[in-house]
């Protein structure tokens, strides 16, 4: 499963939605779909200027965590 941090982020840099709207140029309704890890798709541009506007890498942003699978 793929996890979005960016509300961790944003908090570690004290960045408020507005803000980093403001500064990506995304809408807030996007960003928090996007926060609120109920994205379905994110453009390469979208996550570069969100780095950017954080001054951080894709690894802070975005986290892959293997689904609980368990055979029987």
């Known amino acids: 499963m793929i996890i979005i941090n960016l509300d961790v ?6 960045m408020s939605l ?25 453009r390469f541009s979208t996550l570069d200027a969100i780095c950017r506007a954080l001054d951080c890498s894709v690894e802070d942003i975005i986290e892959y965590k293997p689904d609980d699978l368990t055979e029987v």
């Open 18 to 42: 507005n803000e980093l709207s403001e500064k990506v140029g995304i809408t807030l309704a996007n960003l928090s779909i996007l926060k609120n890890n109920k994205a379905k798709a994110i």
């Open 9 to 14: 982020m944003m908090a570690k840099r004290k």
